[in-house]
């Protein structure tokens, strides 16, 4: 009987990071739908602990955003040291972090890089870099460490290539979100840019490494195990559709609007990576 108590704490957990990343993201959701079964909840797991992370960053500002971030530092170790927390999506994150053996150095970069946002606004490249590493770059070998499924000669195989998807993703995230983060957060993600005046000079470059991040990527996904490539691929057409959609828009309405792709348009994505994949066709 308290073994089976404990199977539904285990489940009330994962459920509670799986809406929190259903109720966040319609992309990544749309992707982790797309993924073997056995891995939608530990990816969902990942996805929630790192949404609560941000939001501290982004969202709490009548609090002590300091402390909280101290304390959520503290709370995702100490579940991860004891197998154990009363916050579901801690409790979540442990057992994946556990089952997958995810390295405590991957969970503490992610969680520099959020303390990195609560003291700086402006980053030189050397900043920049250290930030898409923890932000973004480590998230991807997180999921990697489940889609891998403890096989450590592929996920060293396939490492570089997760950090450049990681990076992509960020780097478009950043671009979408240039003027919510710039007007209303005082933020300049992109280093050496004067966002006063952000020119189709400056926007065709940040473009270029994006470009070359999506390459390298891709080659990864091609060599992830079938049960977890349509899932990355997802994910994948959908930032590489909105990159397409964010290099048509004139600098100027990149610092006026949100870009985004209609959930329509998701959904046929999806398809069409799902029949792509069926058919050998990537």
Excluded: W
Aim: some cysteine; proline content about 2%.
């Amino acid at each position: 009987m308290k073994h089976n108590q404990r199977e539904i704490f285990d489940a009330v957990a994962y459920k509670s990071s799986r809406i929190t990343t259903h109720a966040y993201s319609t992309s990544f959701s749309f992707g982790i739908r797309m993924l073997d079964k056995s891995m939608r909840d530990p990816i969902c797991a990942i996805y929630g602990m790192v949404r609560f992370a941000d939001e501290i960053v982004d969202t709490f500002h009548d609090h002590d955003k300091v402390r909280l971030m101290q304390r959520f530092r503290e709370d995702t170790f100490r579940a991860i040291d004891e197998g154990i927390s009363l916050n579901p999506i801690l409790h979540s994150f442990q057992k994946t972090c556990r089952e997958y053996r995810i390295e405590r150095e991957l969970v503490d970069t992610f969680l520099r890089s959020m303390e990195m946002d609560l003291e700086r606004r402006n980053y030189d490249r050397k900043g920049f870099e250290d930030y898409i590493l923890g932000s973004a770059e480590v998230v991807g070998l997180m999921c990697l460490r489940v889609f891998t499924e403890n096989n450590d000669t592929l996920y060293q195989s396939l490492k570089p290539h997760a950090m450049s998807l990681g990076a992509a993703f960020q780097k478009i995230n950043f671009l979408r979100d240039l003027k919510a983060d710039y007007i209303d957060l005082g933020r300049t993600s992109f280093p050496h840019l004067d966002f006063r005046n952000f020119s189709e000079c400056d926007k065709a470059e940040i473009e270029k490494e994006i470009e070359r991040d999506f390459n390298h990527a891709y080659e990864g996904i091609l060599k992830l195990p079938r049960h977890a490539r349509l899932g990355v691929l997802v994910a994948y057409m959908y930032y590489k559709q909105l990159f397409m959609k964010i290099r048509l828009v004139p600098s100027h309405r990149i610092m006026e609007e949100r870009i985004r792709i209609p959930n329509q348009k998701k959904l046929a994505l999806m398809m069409s990576c799902y029949i792509r994949n069926n058919l050998n066709l990537l």
